[in-house]
């Protein structure tokens, strides 16, 4: 044992070493609650890897981790089926991924020495130790004092639950390191790149719609041309899988009168805990008193993560270490928050939420409806369900993976209905969105494929008709373009074609410029121009420009060198974390993957009928 000069009992890091290692062996590394990591603890395999097995247990409490996670994230919100089948199919790619990786680390014979485990335990801490009260010096972690315990105040267990992290860890960085050597980006690069994000051009231009000039009337395309594109564009004519469906929507949410009393709940919270009471107590008795399923979670906010609300975070990082802010509102609903720690960019905080919710007299009212709704929707049609219950009866294509339905907001539930489940004139179960009941009827559902030619020849002929329009077009506009080069005024020539002339900018090579675009051949021409200049014809938007540079704003080379190491460290890394994926996604394919899951599933559901 390389670190038993560790010692002493120490509980509270023990648990946090604990809780930490359960979740990298269960879901990272895809070990079970005991270690063990072959079809001994199997309950049937989920699948294989190169023949290496995936046991359902070890699939079953991944997705338990995940899933309770996401719960955390959403601050004890009710998580929809359609969350929780992404959740288990992100269960399953996160146990491929590792198990790929320990396939790959055995194959290369990477290894890890003892000196590499106590260098890293003593300057490489896990992240939950980086965030721990224990270890913080005015607010930031403090490399001395971690170290100073690691030397002198751990338990045999807890040592060897940290030797175990690191033996694991370190190898998989090898590989990292050894897949991602040798990314560089040179200082030129990354002057274009600075320089693309920070030169600025102001233009005047003129732009003519090709159709105006050449209208449809003059332009012919031929059979054979719409058959000689078709053949040579067969892939942009797959047609996504869509479903055709009728639905109604039952509003459920709350109203401002629910609103009010929310708040008045969560003002009634923060006075109890400002009186001493533990939180989880508190949660309890605001639950028990007005039904609103009130949570205590803790959790890191870390700073511009976009991982929590945009109020979340703002109070998180503007309320004092060790008291309580005010109710703050979110779509979740009103957080009553108490900062424990907080560093530069991470704040630990530990919250009491109450939701927003209808009062029970009239969620009693609403769920006798949705009762109805099911039980009419046994012997009846979706118009006479909605006629019946008063609710307008509307029509949505739905097309994967887009699942927004006027009305309803995001469906994926009912998308995924439609598209798997629902016979062709079925009513679907009553589905729960934000803050709606809805049901779907099918009316059609269309697999995925290719569009024949006669399906495709209307696009086809759009295509080609533009294109030869803007041909004609840039003939036509020859001679003007030649003018203006030459120095006649941009204004005269806009005045003989029936244009405008418009001013734009100033705007970097990224930016989205009316009636240029973005990234487009205008745009990008501006950058070419010296101040007067005019440029060629250019495409912008489905027109034809000259575009004339005004003024150009050079990128500051002193302000790119003072910025250049950091933008060195941020570009490198993002390219080495891109050569990685990419070495993943390359191991993924090369791999004979079996997925049982389903038919596990299937015949679980089967053995219960």
Not at 308 to 317: D, L, Q
Not at 336 to 355: F, G, I, M, S, Y
Not at 512 to 541: D, I, N, T, Y
Request: charged residues 20%; contains cysteine; hydrophobic residues 40%.
């Amino acid at each position: 044992m390389v670190m038993r000069q560790m010692r002493e009992n120490t509980k509270w890091i023990m648990l946090l070493t604990a809780l930490a290692f359960v979740g990298l062996m269960v879901f990272q590394w895809g070990m079970d609650l005991t270690g063990r990591s072959s079809s001994q603890a199997t309950g049937g395999e989920a699948g294989s890897v190169n023949d290496e097995k995936i046991t359902y247990q070890q699939y079953q409490t991944a997705v338990r981790n995940l899933y309770q996670q996401q719960q955390q994230q959403l601050g004890g919100q009710e998580i929809t089926p359609a969350m929780n089948r992404q959740i288990e199919d992100a269960a399953w790619d996160q146990l491929v991924t590792n198990l790929l990786l320990e396939q790959e680390l055995r194959r290369r014979g990477v290894r890890v020495t003892d000196q590499e485990v106590l260098q890293a335990a003593q300057y490489a801490p896990p992240p939950e130790f980086t965030s721990a009260p224990m270890f913080q010096t005015d607010g930031q972690f403090d490399p001395q004092k971690y170290r100073q315990f690691i030397t002198s105040g751990l338990d045999d267990q807890t040592l060897t639950q940290l030797e175990s992290y690191y033996r694991e860890i370190i190898p998989r960085s090898k590989l990292y390191f050894q897949n991602t050597a040798g990314v560089s980006v040179s200082d030129g690069q990354l002057w274009r790149m600075y320089r693309a994000a920070n030169e600025q051009a102001q233009v005047r231009f003129g732009a003519c719609c090709p159709a105006t000039l050449e209208p449809e009337s003059q332009v012919q395309v031929s059979a054979a041309a719409i058959r000689e594109y078709y053949d040579g564009h067969k892939p942009e004519f797959v047609r996504p899988a869509r479903a055709t469906v009728r639905y109604l929507v039952m509003n459920a949410a709350p109203s401002a009168a629910d609103t009010a009393a929310a708040r008045q709940r969560a003002q009634e919270a923060r006075n109890r805990l400002a009186g001493g009471e533990p939180a989880a107590q508190v949660a309890a008795a605001v639950a028990a008193d007005s039904q609103s399923s009130a949570a205590r979670t803790s959790v890191t906010v870390r700073r511009n993560a976009q991982q929590y609300p945009p109020a979340f975070e703002e109070a998180a990082f503007a309320t004092p270490v060790g008291q309580l802010s005010q109710p703050v509102q979110t779509q979740y609903g009103f957080h009553v928050l108490k900062v424990t720690n907080r560093a530069a960019d991470t704040a630990n905080v530990e919250q009491v939420l109450v939701p927003v919710r209808l009062s029970a007299e009239k969620e009693q009212v609403l769920l006798a409806r949705v009762d109805s709704l099911e039980t009419m929707a046994e012997d009846q049609s979706l118009a006479q369900i909605g006629q019946a219950m008063g609710l307008a009866v509307q029509s949505a294509e739905l097309t994967p993976p887009l699942a927004f339905v006027p009305g309803v907001g995001t469906a994926e539930d009912g998308v995924d209905w439609a598209h798997h489940e629902g016979p062709r004139g079925e009513v679907s179960p009553v589905f729960e969105g934000p803050d709606v009941y809805y049901m779907f009827e099918l009316v059609s559902r269309t697999d995925e494929g290719t569009l024949s030619l006669s399906e495709a020849t209307p696009t086809i002929r759009t295509v080609l008709m533009k294109q030869q329009q803007l041909e004609k077009a840039r003939a036509a506009l020859k001679n003007a373009e030649a003018a203006a080069r030459k120095g006649a005024p941009l204004a005269q020539i806009a005045a003989q074609h029936q244009t405008t002339i418009q001013d734009a900018g100033p705007f970097t090579r990224s930016d989205f410029v009316p009636g240029l675009g973005r990234l487009s051949p205008a745009v990008g021409a501006a950058f070419g121009l010296q101040p007067g200049q005019v440029s060629e014809l250019v495409e912008a938007g489905g027109n034809l420009a000259l575009v004339q540079l005004v003024k150009r704003v050079d990128a500051d080379r002193g302000k790119w060198q003072q910025q250049l190491a950091e933008q060195r460290a941020r570009v490198t890394q993002a390219l080495a974390d891109e050569k990685w994926q990419q070495y993943l996604t390359a191991l993924r394919e090369s791999a004979k993957i079996v997925d049982n899951r389903r038919k596990l599933e299937q015949q679980a559901a089967a053995a219960q009928q």
